[in-house]
Every structure is written in structure tokens, then in C-alpha cells.
């Protein structure tokens, strides 16, 4: 059963990612490191013991379409509403509405546990603090008064609209449409699929926001719209109404994340209501609902992050545990009776070990992106600088920890062995679960274009310039410390560094040079190759720090281990930048 690693991610916020020196600098409000402390405590605990025993529930059982209704797996309604009541859902949001107001940091933290739990359970706050941003930063002083309180709370859960059958990534050519109304409301119409807890009986309304063209909109993204279209409609009271023209169709049958129900949504074919059509309301100007949704999707973005760390804990605290409980063989030096137990074995260990540095490297990549989105929200010159910080780290921590929480829950598998591909062991459940997090919310191919073509040329290259400069600040900690442990450690971080500068040159050349194409061939790799070198240099970070809880040789042993594994691809992955576009042209034959 998973257990919370609570320690390990209150050291991570404090002494790699930032939150321990924005504290004492008194950058986060009144926050203390007792608040922060003793709020990870209880969202472990919750995770730990409420969220984690209901997983395997919602995996066998999943969400299911009856009557027109989906109801949750058993436990789910309870368990969600016990939610509530802990005041979960507002950790960041507005005080105005109910919310704490607490750093972006705390609440990626508490979502990873969450995760980790269960990640089908905690997709439902995760939209619904994604449309809570959304609202309270674009909505009318109207939306906000009528829906903000009760999503906060979490009473009202909130889900993203974008997708339809023929528009996927390229939302341009969706075809769900709007009408105006003399009152000032609007009528959608339309399909939507793939919308996590689209419909459920968890919580009492459901909030959508849908993107949707208006009849005189100009074409492909400059004319889509953002509508805030409740399940029910609310009366001036705040009291629940009529229901609203829109279901849910069917629901998805999913590889993993069971217990969300993903719904195809129908909205306007007249199921309810006096008249044809699902009453929504502008949020933002109209043709500019894509800047307005997009609040939303790099919320969820750094989210999914989160979603890959989380079942990269949970993947290696299991098969931690079933390697040190297995006997199989006599591993090289067992001196013990009998078979030794696997952990014993040397590429048992190995697989481990790589588990482990991939888990906390993305751990703190995440981590360091919250906190540039929070240090974003301070006044003056500084804002810039870390708006730019996140925006470069966001598409890194999306991409590298959903893809390592795929390849950390298969090497689980396959520390298993045969148990591993056997669903009564609960390994294969996270490999299933991880896998959509590459995918949604912008798929991972997505992110590196994103990363290359719009990241790299901020302020002029010079962002990036200066946050390379910050790791090789961190390399040259690592060898003036002189700890033995260390031993090469700061010779590879120096290597995998150059070959992070090299790389980064190139690209940022081939854009200047006009050849987007030669760029966007190395555009994936160079993402892994951006996240291996920050997994090396934030272990060495953490490995550097003094937190007296006694792990500090543990921890240079494992950056070590990093530098010497991990850190030997990136190489490779610079000559995959460099090298690739040509070799992926010529074969280009082969698809024809």
C-alpha cells in the first residue's frame, strides 16, 4: 500500500526547489515552514489512508453508465466528499471565495500524494482547480459571484471542453457553435469528447467550460470562444435550477484511469429545457476563449506533471517493497540460508536505483516550476524574469515526468517479473494509468514544440542562457565540496551540461536560420536532454544540502549513481539533436 513519502517532499520544496529561502526571505506571505509541514501531514495522511485503500476499487469497477447516469465506484461519492470537507479544493485559490490562498508549491505537493493515491480519483479537483483559475481570471464579476464559492469549496466540480471527434490537437477546426440571446446569455450546440468527470454523482453541479465558435467568427483559433455552461442552471439565489440542455452520451472504455468517467458530451439537441440549446455564458471577450482556456491547460499542465511524479512513487515504493519480500536465486556475495531476496541482484538494484533518480528528478523539476509561478505573482522587475522561468520549465516538467512515470512503472513490472504483468499485484494498474499522461493536455510531441519554437527565443535566448548558467553554478558546488561520495559526479554534470549548451546553440541557430523543420526533428530528444541534466543537477542540489535528517549520504550516493547512469545519454541525445534532422528526412521515403 503507498505511503505518503512526506519527509522526502517537504525536503524537496525547501532545499531544491526554493520554498525554503523564499520563506525566509518572507517572499510567501506569512507562510512558515510549521503551515507548510503540518498541511503536507494531513494531505499524506488523507492520501495515505482514505484516497490509496479505494484505487484497486475504482480500477475494478470503474465508472458506469446506467439510466443516463454515471455513477462512481463504490466508496467514490463518500470518499470525494470527505474531500470537501478537509477544504482540499481551495488550497490556492482566491480568499474572496473561500479559498487559502496558499503558495502554488503546497498544492502541487499535495496533488502528487493525491496521485499517487489514486490518479483517477484526483483528476476531478485537478480540472476543477484548473476552472477555477480560468473564471477568477477571466470571468465577469457576475460568473465569479454566482459559481466561484461553491467551486472552491468543491461542492460544484469544473471540467475543460475542447476536444470533438475531428479536432484534436488542432482546435482550429472544431465545430461546436454558439448563438446570442437579447439577455445576454448564449445557446451551445455540439459534441465534445474525451471530458474527464464530465458527469458524475460526486458532487452536486458540474460546472463546463466549452470552447465554441460563434456564427460571424473568423476562422480557425482566432474564433473560439470560451462558455462557462453549468449542469444545472443556478438561480440569483445560488440556488439550484432547471437542468441545462446537455449529457453525457457514453462513457469511454479506457487502458487506465478507470474510476474517471470520460464522457462524450452532447450539448443543445433538446433533452432538456423549453428550447433547443445549452445555456452558457461568456468567459472573457468573445473570439478569444483560447487565451482564456489556455489559464486553464498550463495549469493542468504542470498538473500532469505532477500526475507522472505521483505514479512514479507509487510504482517504486511497490516494487521497493517486493524486492526486498522476493527470494529467487543466490545473488553474487549472499551469504544468508537459502535463495537471497531480488533487491540482492545487481540488475534488480540497478532498475531500482533508475526508479528512484527519475522519481525525485522529476519530483523537483515540478517542484522548481511551482515555484517560479509563484514567485511570477511578485511585483517589479523580477515578474518577468519568472513568468519566463516557468513558461521555459513548464513544457519540461510536463513532458520528462509523464514520460518517466511510463518508464518507471515498467521497470516496476518488470522488477516483478511475471507477477508484474499479473493485475493481482497492482503493478500493471500504473503502467495502465500512466500511460494517457503523455498525451493529454497537449501530448509530449506538443510540448517540445513548444518548448523549442516558443521557449528557447525568450528575451532573446538570454532565459535560457541564464538558467544554464544556474546549473553550472550547481556542478561547480558539487566539486568544490570535495565529499568522496561524489566521485566523478561533478565531471559528468559538466559534460551533460555541455551538451545541454551545444544543443540548445543549435536549435536556437537553425530557428535564426529559418529551418523549423531541422529544428523540430530534435525537438523531443532535446526535451529528455533538458530533463536528464536537471535531474542531475537538482539530486546534486539536494545532495549539497544540509537538512539534518540523516539521508544526506543516501542522497549523494543516488546523484552519483544518476551521474554515472542517467547522465551518460545525454551525449547521444545531444548527436540526436545535432545529427537527426537529416537521417529523418531520407527516411522519410519509408512512410510514404
Same mark, same amino acid.
Given at each position: 500500500?503507498?505511503?505518503? +513519502?512526506?519527509?522526502?517532499?517537504?525536503?524537496?520544496?525547501?532545499?531544491?526547489?526554493?520554498? !525554503?529561502?523564499?520563506?525566509?526571505?518572507?517572499?510567501?506571505?506569512?507562510?512558515?515552514?510549521?503551515l507548510v509541514d503540518a498541511v503536507l501531514s494531513e494531505a499524506g495522511r488523507f492520501a495515505t489512508e482514505e484516497v490509496a485503500p479505494?484505487?484497486?476499487?475504482?480500477?475494478?469497477?470503474?465508472?458506469?453508465?446506467?439510466?443516463?447516469?454515471?455513477?462512481?465506484?463504490?466508496?467514490?461519492?463518500?470518499? =470525494?466528499?470527505?474531500?470537501?470537507?478537509? @477544504?482540499?479544493?481551495?488550497?490556492?485559490?482566491?480568499?474572496?471565495?473561500?479559498?487559502?490562498?496558499?503558495?502554488?508549491?503546497?498544492?502541487?505537493?499535495?496533488?502528487?500524494?493525491?496521485?499517487?493515491?489514486?490518479?483517477?480519483?484526483?483528476?476531478? +479537483?485537478?480540472?476543477?482547480?484548473?476552472?477555477?483559475?480560468?473564471?477568477?481570471?477571466?470571468?465577469?464579476?457576475?460568473?465569479?459571484?454566482? =459559481?466561484?464559492?461553491?467551486?472552491?469549496?468543491?461542492?460544484? /466540480? @469544473? $471540467?475543460?471542453?475542447? /476536444?470533438?471527434?475531428?479536432?484534436?490537437?488542432?482546435? *482550429?477546426?472544431?465545430?461546436?457553435?454558439?448563438?446570442?440571446?437579447?439577455?445576454?446569455? =448564449?445557446?451551445?450546440? !455540439?459534441?465534445?469528447?474525451?471530458?474527464?468527470?464530465?458527469?458524475?454523482?460526486?458532487?452536486?453541479?458540474?460546472? #463546463?467550460?466549452?470552447?465554441?465558435?460563434?456564427?460571424?467568427?473568423?476562422?480557425?483559433?482566432?474564433?473560439?470562444?470560451?462558455?462557462?455552461?453549468?449542469?444545472?442552471?443556478?438561480?440569483?439565489?445560488?440556488?439550484?435550477?432547471?437542468?441545462?440542455?446537455?449529457?453525457?452520451?457514453?462513457?469511454?472504455?479506457?487502458?487506465?484511469?478507470?474510476?474517471?468517467?470520460?464522457?462524450? %458530451?452532447? =450539448?443543445?439537441?433538446?433533452?432538456?429545457?423549453?428550447?433547443?440549446?445549452?445555456?452558457?455564458?461568456?468567459?472573457?471577450?468573445?473570439?478569444?476563449?483560447?487565451?482564456?482556456?489556455? $489559464?486553464?491547460?498550463?495549469?493542468?499542465?504542470?498538473?500532469?506533471?505532477?500526475?507522472?511524479?505521483?505514479?512514479?512513487?507509487?510504482?517504486?515504493?511497490?516494487?521497493?517493497?517486493?524486492?526486498?519480500?522476493? $527470494?529467487?536465486?543466490?545473488?553474487?556475495?549472499?551469504?544468508?540460508?537459502?535463495?537471497?531476496?531480488?533487491?540482492?541482484?545487481?540488475?534488480?538494484?540497478?532498475?531500482?536505483?533508475? %526508479?528512484?533518480?527519475?522519481?525525485?528528478?522529476?519530483?523537483?523539476?515540478?517542484?522548481?516550476?511551482? #515555484?517560479?509561478?509563484? %514567485?511570477?505573482?511578485?511585483?517589479?522587475?523580477?515578474?518577468?524574469?519568472?513568468?519566463?522561468?516557468?513558461?521555459?520549465?513548464?513544457?519540461?516538467?510536463?513532458?520528462?515526468?509523464?514520460?518517466?512515470?511510463?518508464?518507471?512503472?515498467?521497470?516496476?513490472?518488470?522488477?516483478?517479473?511475471?507477477? *508484474?504483468?499479473?493485475?493481482?499485484?497492482?503493478?500493471?494498474?500504473?503502467?495502465?494509468?500512466?500511460?494517457?499522461?503523455?498525451?493529454?493536455?497537449? $501530448?509530449?510531441?506538443?510540448?517540445?514544440?513548444?518548448?523549442v519554437t516558443r521557449k528557447l527565443p525568450l528575451s532573446a535566448g538570454e532565459q535560457v542562457k541564464g538558467f544554464i548558467a544556474d546549473?553550472?553554478?550547481?556542478?561547480?558546488?558539487?566539486?568544490?565540496?570535495?565529499?568522496?561520495?561524489?566521485?566523478?559526479?561533478?565531471?559528468?554534470?559538466?559534460?551533460?551540461?555541455?551538451?545541454?549548451?551545444?544543443?540548445?546553440?543549435?536549435?536556437?541557430?537553425?530557428?535564426?536560420? *529559418?529551418?523549423?523543420?531541422?529544428?523540430?526533428?530534435?525537438?523531443?530528444?532535446?526535451?529528455?536532454?533538458?530533463?536528464?541534466?536537471?535531474?542531475?543537477?537538482?539530486?546534486?542540489?539536494?545532495?549539497?544540502?544540509?537538512?539534518?535528517?540523516?539521508?544526506?549520504?543516501?542522497?549523494?550516493?543516488?546523484?552519483?549513481?544518476?551521474?554515472?547512469?542517467?547522465?551518460?545519454?545525454?551525449?547521444?541525445?545531444?548527436?540526436?539533436?545535432?545529427?537527426?534532422?537529416?537521417?529523418?528526412?531520407?527516411?522519410?521515403?519509408?512512410?510514404?
Amino acid at each position: 500500500m503507498y505511503k505518503a +513519502p512526506v519527509e522526502e517532499i517537504a525536503f524537496t520544496l525547501k532545499h531544491v526547489a526554493g520554498m !525554503g529561502e523564499a520563506i525566509s526571505q518572507g517572499l510567501l506571505a506569512d507562510l512558515s515552514e510549521d503551515l507548510v509541514d503540518a498541511v503536507l501531514s494531513e494531505a499524506g495522511r488523507f492520501a495515505t489512508e482514505e484516497v490509496a485503500p479505494l484505487a484497486d476499487i475504482g480500477d475494478r469497477q470503474g465508472a458506469r453508465l446506467e439510466g443516463g447516469e454515471v455513477r462512481l465506484p463504490d466508496g467514490w461519492r463518500d470518499l =470525494y466528499r470527505n474531500w470537501i470537507a478537509g @477544504g482540499w479544493n481551495g488550497l490556492t485559490a482566491p480568499e474572496a471565495f473561500g479559498g487559502q490562498a496558499l503558495p502554488h508549491m503546497l498544492n502541487v505537493a499535495a496533488l502528487e500524494m493525491w496521485n499517487s493515491g489514486s490518479m483517477a480519483f484526483a483528476l476531478a +479537483p485537478t480540472l476543477t482547480m484548473g476552472a477555477i483559475e480560468a473564471v477568477s481570471t477571466h470571468g465577469s464579476a457576475a460568473l465569479k459571484e454566482k =459559481y466561484l464559492e461553491k467551486m472552491v469549496s468543491g461542492e460544484w /466540480t @469544473g $471540467t475543460m471542453n475542447l /476536444t470533438e471527434p475531428h479536432a484534436g490537437s488542432d482546435l *482550429g477546426v472544431l465545430k461546436a457553435r454558439a448563438e446570442r440571446r437579447a439577455d445576454g446569455s =448564449y445557446r451551445i450546440f !455540439g459534441q465534445k469528447i474525451f471530458i474527464t468527470w464530465g458527469e458524475h454523482d460526486a458532487a452536486d453541479n458540474i460546472i #463546463h467550460l466549452v470552447l465554441a465558435r460563434l456564427p460571424d467568427a473568423p476562422a480557425g483559433t482566432r474564433g473560439i470562444s470560451l462558455f462557462l455552461v453549468p449542469k444545472f442552471l443556478v438561480n440569483d439565489d445560488g440556488s439550484l435550477g432547471a437542468r441545462n440542455d446537455l449529457f453525457c452520451h457514453s462513457l469511454e472504455h479506457k487502458l487506465g484511469i478507470h474510476g474517471s468517467p470520460t464522457c462524450t %458530451m452532447i =450539448y443543445g439537441d433538446g433533452r432538456f429545457g423549453d428550447e433547443k440549446g445549452a445555456v452558457g455564458w461568456l468567459v472573457g471577450e468573445e473570439n478569444k476563449g483560447l487565451a482564456c482556456m489556455f $489559464t486553464m491547460m498550463n495549469n493542468a499542465r504542470l498538473a500532469v506533471g505532477m500526475q507522472g511524479v505521483a505514479i512514479a512513487e507509487a510504482a517504486t515504493q511497490k516494487a521497493v517493497a517486493y524486492a526486498k519480500e522476493r $527470494t529467487q536465486g543466490r545473488a553474487p556475495g549472499w551469504s544468508g540460508p537459502g535463495m537471497s531476496p531480488i533487491v540482492e541482484h545487481p540488475d534488480v538494484a540497478r532498475m531500482l536505483l533508475t %526508479m528512484k533518480a527519475l522519481t525525485q528528478g522529476a519530483r523537483a523539476i515540478s517542484y522548481a516550476c511551482a #515555484h517560479a509561478i509563484d %514567485m511570477s505573482h511578485r511585483a517589479g522587475d523580477v515578474s518577468r524574469h519568472w513568468q519566463e522561468r516557468a513558461a521555459l520549465l513548464t513544457p519540461i516538467a510536463k513532458s520528462f515526468s509523464t514520460d518517466a512515470g511510463v518508464d518507471v512503472a515498467s521497470l516496476g513490472i518488470q522488477v516483478h517479473g511475471g507477477m *508484474g504483468f499479473i493485475e493481482e499485484t497492482g503493478a500493471a494498474r500504473y503502467l495502465r494509468d500512466a500511460r494517457i499522461a503523455p498525451i493529454y493536455e497537449g $501530448t509530449n510531441g506538443i510540448q517540445a514544440i513548444d518548448l523549442v519554437t516558443r521557449k528557447l527565443p525568450l528575451s532573446a535566448g538570454e532565459q535560457v542562457k541564464g538558467f544554464i548558467a544556474d546549473l553550472k553554478e550547481i556542478a561547480e558546488n558539487v566539486r568544490r565540496s570535495n565529499l568522496d561520495g561524489f566521485g566523478e559526479t561533478s565531471v559528468r554534470l559538466d559534460a551533460a551540461i555541455s551538451d545541454l549548451e551545444a544543443a540548445t546553440d543549435w536549435l536556437t541557430k537553425m530557428l535564426g536560420d *529559418g529551418k523549423a523543420a531541422e529544428a523540430l526533428s530534435g525537438a523531443t530528444p532535446y526535451q529528455r536532454l533538458f530533463g536528464l541534466v536537471l535531474t542531475g543537477c537538482y539530486l546534486a542540489k539536494g545532495a549539497l544540502a544540509e537538512s539534518g535528517d540523516g539521508r544526506g549520504e543516501g542522497r549523494v550516493a543516488l546523484c552519483r549513481f544518476a551521474a554515472e547512469n542517467l547522465l551518460a545519454e545525454t551525449a547521444a541525445l545531444r548527436d540526436r539533436v545535432v545529427n537527426g534532422a537529416a537521417s529523418l528526412a531520407a527516411a522519410r521515403i519509408l512512410l510514404a
